[in-house]
């Protein structure tokens, strides 16, 4: 299973980026899917993720900010209030069951979102 972001860009302090995620390949279904974020210097962290119920959990810093969602193979990142921290390098992550019923874990290749004047 192969996984395509899209959306990032250079967006001022209090604007909005809508990110999306793309799977391609079999997928039987999905366990979870979710969206890290990895700033310079810092390690890769979980910003929101939604699993196969339509459960939602997301990070503190964006609570309130971010939502989460997705339809069929796509998975979509609303963010909201943007704020300079929000920087950084954007991941989606996809877990389930693809063909023949053998489990994947996929990541995208990643994309920019920066958040500056």
């Known amino acids: 299973v192969q996984l395509m972001e899209s959306g990032g860009g250079l967006v001022q302090p209090g604007g909005s980026l809508r990110l999306s995620c793309v799977a391609s390949?079999?997928?039987?279904?999905?366990?979870?899917m979710g969206w890290y974020r990895q700033a310079p210097g810092k390690e890769r962290e979980l910003v929101a993720s939604i699993d196969s119920s339509g459960s939602t959990n997301y990070a503190d810093p964006v609570k309130g900010r971010f939502s989460i969602s997705n339809e069929k193979k796509t998975v979509y990142l609303q963010m909201n209030s943007l704020k300079p921290e929000d920087t950084g390098i954007y991941y989606c992550?996809?877990?389930?069951?693809?063909?023949?019923?053998?489990?994947?874990?996929?990541w995208g290749q990643g994309t920019q979102v920066t958040v500056s004047s």
């Open positions: 390949g079999i997928i039987r279904s999905f366990t979870t």
């Open positions: 992550n996809v877990g389930g069951k693809g063909s023949f019923g053998r489990s994947f874990d996929s």
